[in-house]
Every structure is written in C-alpha cells, then in structure tokens.
C-alpha cells in the first residue's frame, strides 16, 4: 500500500512538471489582420482575429493602441460573419506610425483566457521586436484539481452503475456511486469557480454565456443521477437495477457535455464526431477502470464461485473497454498532433506522453488479471487483488493525466498561423543561379524582403554576391519602376526594407545579381494582397454576363467586366467604372492586362468609349483568364479590381 502511495505521487510530481511549463499558455489566436509585424500603405477599418476555438465576445477584450498608450478600437468585437472563428473589432482612422493589438479572449467553448500583443504598421515598418506576438498566463490554479475530482467522480459514478447492471458489482455499487457523485460534484464546482476566474467575471455573466449553460447543463445531469440513486436506494432488487442503469445514463451525460466543453468541441475535424469519439472513450475508461473498483469492493471477502463469475464477465467487459479506450485514443491523437516530436515538446504532448505509458502499465495489469487472476479467483483473490489494486493506482494518475489534457492548450492551438506573405522562386536565362524571396506581408506599402541566391548546380548559397530588386508594377504600366538594394543577411541571405509596393495589383520583382565581372537578373511575379471586393454576377438572358467587382477601400467604387463573348478566342471586354452611388466614375487614365493560368502578364489594347466606359481586345484561351482593370479617377483615386474567367473548351 505504502509502494502504491508513493507511486501515486511520484506520478503526480511529474505530471505536474510537464505541464509546467505552458500550461497556463493558451494561444488561442491562429492569425491576426492586420498580420503581426506587417505595414500597411493605408489605414484599416477593423482588426479580425482568427481564432483556433470559438470565442465568448461578451467576455473578450480586443484593444488598438498607439506608441502613446491611446485607445482607437471602436465598441466591443463581434462575431465575424460567416466564419464563426474570427472576431471583429472596428477601429477608427490610424495614421502613420506603429500601433499594438491586445486582447484578453476567452474561448466559448471551454473557457479558457487568453492574452497577448503583436504590433503592425500604417506607413511604417515595425520592429521584429515589436512585431512578436506575446501569450500571458491566464488560468486559474484550481482548474487541474478540480477537473481531476470531476473526472474521477465520473468514471467511479459510471463504473459502478455499470457493475449494478451487469451484475458484477456487490452490495457497495451504490456507496461507490455516491463517493463518484460526491466527487463529480464537488469537481463541478471548483470549476466553476475556475472558470469565473478565467473570464474575471461575475457568476450572474458567465451562466448568460455558453460557458455558463455548459456548466448547468453538467449540474442537472448530476442532479437526475442523484435522483436515480435515491431511488435504487430504496427499490427492490429488480426496480434497483433499473434505477442504476438510470444513473449510468445520466453519468453518461454530462461526461458528454464535459467532453463537448473541452478540445474536442473546438475541433477542426466534424466536432460532432470527435465529441462522440471522445465521449466513447471517456466513457470506455469509466467502465473499465471504475467498473473494476466496483468489481475490487465485490471481492473483499472469500473466494466464492460467484465471485469468479463476475470477475470472468468483468473481464470480457474490461478487454472491450480496452480496445474501445485504444481505438478512439488514436483518433484523438491524430487530430491533435502534427509530428511524433510534438508528443515532447509540448506539454499537451508530454501530458499525452504520460497518459499513454501509465494505459500501457494498467493493460499489462490488466493482461495479467485476465490471463492469471481471473482463472485463479475460484481458487484465491489475492493475485487479482493485488493486480487490481496496481491498476487503480495507475488509473489515478491516467486520470490525472486526462486532467492536465483539458486544461493545457492543444499543440495547434500553441502555435500562431504563419502570417500571409508572398514568395516567389525563379531562375535566370542562363540556369546559373536560383533564387528565392519572401516578403514580411503580403500587403501593398512599406515591407521587408528576403532574397536567398543560391548555385544552380551545387545548390550552395551564393555569398560574395551584391543583389538588388528592381519593382515594375505590371497592371500599371505607366508607373515608373522604382529600385532596392539589399544588404548580406543572416545564413546567406539578402535583406533590404522599403516602400517600393506602393500599391496592390502585379508586379514583376526582378532580382539583379552582380558577382565578379558579371552580373545576371531573375524575373519573379508577385501578387501584393487588397482587401477581396464583392463580387455579383449577373447573367440577363440574351446579353453578355456582367461581374461587378465593390471595391471596400474605394469608399464604395465598383468596376464592372462584361466579355462579349466567353469562349476561346478574340473577344471584346467592355469595362466601366462606377462611383458609391451606381454613377458614372470619371477616369482620366485606365489600364486593362491579361494572363492565362499561370502565364506572363500583358497589357491588352484599350479604347475609351466614353467618360467611364472602355472596350479592351482581349484574345482568350482555354481555362482561367485572369482580367484587371486599374483606372485612375480624377481626384486621384486608384481603382483596380480583377476577375477570373473560366472559359470552357470547345
């Protein structure tokens, strides 16, 4: 027994150390727009946050502040439409200069807190310093112990009215049902606690959020459970077992809604069958594990040919748990985990760890009950005592683990969305040299590039080189290119900052090498991002099919592409340019270029109709045509829109 003890708190030292460390880490932010450490040409109209778990908007805290600690988010955030993982919060108009977004989100689904920083540019660059996004503790201690006693009273709860219907059991099912109950509620109830303390919020908000309901829910399952055993307390033989298996139905409730309050109701998988997977395994370790605390309780007297009757059907009972508890474990594991080396790494993965090998310890138990204590209990107890008892042991500590799992972060949710960026590869005319480059953000302004050059042939980095990039816009041709030159980076690269994508729209990077007496150029295209404009199609019946395209930063504006004809070959396509109103745009100066899938870019021959309006000749091909149009209004506005045609074979 002493052994046992000991065991049992060595066991909790360690669970206690590998979860340590980012237990208490919740980074539920997967991406941030603005990106961290990205510079915009313009100012935005909102932050969205992509989170990895649906959050609790109510309770959550999104701020936009400046070098000078000033406030310019406006209202609350909110639910982003259509895509229930973001939120949204309105910011006023920001001018030149850094600017930080903090948040305090807690996660409807859980209720676990998160915090952090990261901080974007409006004409700026922003330090890699400032750029980093920083997550701060937010847990309440209480929340492993009481999810421990909530588990563990489940699983007892479970087990013994699973012992009460099969008739492996004894006289004591129901004391054990009412230690489980005891357990689960006193569990429930620290973790409420817990969870008000995650939120920092009054108990009267957190039972107005799912979070809230979640817990109410769990609560009046425990309830109809004490209903049930009240009832198996004072019924006959019959009636008392119909009652218990009442209370393994209401135990198997709220396991599913504590399941469907955790990771696996935030899963990016169906959550309605990773839940259920989750469930059938928790409730396969309550009839397995608590079923056999029941058995134990049943067999503290002599051996008996009873006694060995339900040890052989608990065991039957137990394998199918066993395999049940294996099989969906796996499903878990494959959706959580990424790579074998994030069972280390993390803390999720080293709680994972240690769940895993303490099972592996209670099957061969197990396996040892089955095979030798089993066969053996007509005879004597002691062995599938013994056995028995070193299972529970372990089973505290699996359940321990369990406990660690619903409170650390997932190792998905540890890890921050890479932000959006462009990257080009390419190489010269001469196959000399290869070229990589990266950009910090994918967004029009100033931005940092990286440029990795290697040896065509040997593939070793190239670094005695001087580098540069030339940046010639392709949908606007009349711009003149503008020039970077880049300085020797870090492992061989070449980094330089600068404005030089002034716009959003095509553009053509070339990289210019110089090394010895020579020197050799690398054409690379990029894409810098716009905010997406709404697109409508529109198909009248005998005339030609019109996309008009609602510009978001053109304070309204819309372009509209109507082909003449959308099959292979030459076509005309009439362009005309709109104001917020539906009237006509006045374009001074208009651009219209072509590429077919993934081909070069070219400027198509454009005529003006009239003040608006234009007809560009464009000669279409097979597949995906890719139309821009970029007009230049004449207060200086810049519209640019671009659609994609699918032109069908003929």
């Not at 961290?36 to 959050?55: F, H, K, N, Y």
């Not at 979640?214 to 309830?223: D, F, H, P, T």
Request: proline residues 6%; aromatic residues 6%; positive net charge.
């Amino acid at each position: 027994m002493r052994r046992r003890r000991v065991a049992l708190l060595a066991i909790a030292l360690v669970l206690g150390l590998l979860a340590r460390r980012d237990a208490w880490a919740h980074a539920g932010v997967r991406q941030g727009d603005p990106a961290p450490g990205s510079a915009l040409g313009d100012t935005p109209t909102a932050v969205i946050l992509t989170l990895w778990e649906q959050a609790e908007p109510s309770l959550s805290v999104v701020r936009v502040l400046d070098t000078q600690g000033s406030a310019h988010q406006i209202g609350r955030p909110e639910p982003m439409s259509g895509q229930p993982l973001a939120l949204v919060t309105r910011v006023g108009p920001l001018v030149k200069g850094v600017y930080t977004v903090s948040w305090r989100l807690v996660s409807a689904v859980d209720g676990h807190a998160t915090s952090g920083s990261y901080s974007f540019g409006v004409g700026v660059m922003p330090s890699v310093a400032a750029s980093a996004v920083v997550s701060g503790p937010s847990a309440s201690p209480i929340e492993i112990p009481a999810r421990f006693l909530l588990i563990s009273g489940l699983v007892l709860l479970l087990g013994a009215a699973g012992a009460g219907v099969a008739r492996f059991g004894g006289p004591g099912d129901l004391r054990l049902a009412a230690g489980g109950w005891i357990l689960a509620v006193v569990g429930l109830l620290l973790l409420a606690l817990a969870q008000r303390a995650n939120a920092d919020t009054s108990f009267a908000s957190l039972f107005g959020t799912s979070i809230g309901r979640s817990l109410v829910g769990r609560a009046a399952a425990l309830l109809a459970a004490l209903g049930a055993l009240l009832a198996a307390r004072r019924a006959g033989l019959e009636r008392r077992r119909a009652a218990t298996g009442v209370v393994g139905l209401a135990a198997a409730a709220a396991m599913a809604l504590h399941v469907a309050a955790g990771h696996a109701g935030a899963s990016s998988w169906a959550p309605a069958w990773t839940v259920l997977a989750q469930w059938a395994h928790f409730g396969a370790i309550g009839v397995w594990l608590g079923g056999l605390a029941a058995l134990l309780l049943a067999l503290r007297g002599a051996p008996s040919a009873g006694g060995a009757e339900a040890a052989r059907r608990f065991s039957r009972i137990a394998t199918a748990g066993l395999l049940v508890a294996a099989v969906t474990g796996a499903i878990r594991a494959i959706e959580e985990f990424s790579s074998w080396g994030e069972l280390l790494s993390t803390g999720y993965g080293r709680a994972a760890s240690a769940k895993i090998t303490i099972l592996l310890g209670i099957a061969a138990l197990g396996a040892f009950n089955r095979f030798k204590g089993v066969p053996a209990a007509a005879i004597t107890l002691r062995p599938l005592r013994r056995a028995g008892l070193g299972e529970l042991s372990l089973a505290a500590g699996a359940l321990l683990a369990t406990a660690v799992l619903g409170a650390v972060p997932t190792p998905a949710s540890a890890r921050l969305a890479e932000p959006p960026v462009l990257r080009a590869a390419g190489v010269d005319f001469g196959t000399t040299v290869r070229v990589r480059l990266a950009t910090g953000s994918n967004q029009p302004g100033p931005n940092r590039f990286t440029v990795n050059v290697e040896d065509y042939d040997s593939k070793a980095p190239v670094g005695d080189a001087r580098v540069g990039l030339r940046f010639t816009p392709l949908d606007d041709p009349g711009v003149a290119p503008t020039s970077l030159a880049l300085a020797p980076g870090p492992g061989g690269t070449y980094v330089g900052s600068g404005p030089n994508l002034a716009f959003d729209g095509r553009w053509r990077l070339s990289v210019l090498i110089q090394r010895g007496g020579g020197s050799v150029e690398v054409p690379l295209e990029v894409e810098a991002w716009a905010a997406p404009p709404f697109l409508s199609v529109e198909r009248p019946t005998g005339q030609a099919t019109r996309y008009t395209l609602t510009l978001k930063r053109g304070m309204g504006d819309s372009i509209r592409f109507a082909p003449e004809s959308e099959r292979p070959g030459k076509s005309q396509v009439y362009v005309t340019f709109y104001d917020l109103l539906g009237e006509d745009r006045i374009i001074d100066q208009a651009v219209v270029t072509a590429a077919q899938g993934d081909g070069p870019v070219s400027q198509v021959p454009l005529r003006r109709i009239d003040r608006c309006r234009f007809v560009a000749e464009v000669d279409l091909a097979p597949g995906r045509n890719r139309l821009a149009a970029v007009g230049h209004a004449n207060d200086g506005t810049r519209l640019r829109a671009a659609v994609d045609l699918d032109v069908p074979a003929e």
